[in-house]
């Protein structure tokens, strides 16, 4: 069975920088594209970033130059290093399969605010 457990949120300062961390368990990470979504209340769920089981990563324009996404295939761990965070990133962050998903996670809230 595929779930995911999302850590790392927290409260941060506009500037500041945190890595969320994802752990998946049934051994799709290497196999699937992954991905970390974003969303706020009344709103859809957003792509963030993904990865291919290749190593291709891509980002929302808005993100691009201060997130970093990456896995590691022996921990079956996503990550998202989040730099130069902005009051808009605030967010709960949720990672998933990119364009094929399972059931989603609690997620993690990041909040960026002075």
């Known amino acids: 069975q595929v779930r995911f457990v999302e850590s790392g949120g927290g409260q941060v300062q506009p500037g500041g920088s945190l890595r969320l961390s994802c752990a998946v368990s049934g051994g799709i990470i290497g196999i699937y594209s992954m991905g970390w979504y974003r969303q706020t209340p009344g709103k859809q769920r957003v792509l963030v970033a993904f990865?291919?089981?290749?190593?291709?990563?891509d980002y929302l324009d808005s993100v691009k130059g201060r997130f970093t996404i990456s896995t590691n295939n022996t921990k079956d761990t996503v990550y998202l290093q989040m730099n130069s965070l902005q009051p808009d990133d605030s967010a709960v962050y949720y990672c998933?399969?990119?364009?094929?998903?399972?059931?989603w996670g609690q997620g993690a809230q990041v909040t960026v605010s002075s």
């Open positions: 990865i291919t089981s290749g190593g291709i990563t």
């Open positions: 998933n399969g990119h364009r094929k998903w399972w059931d």
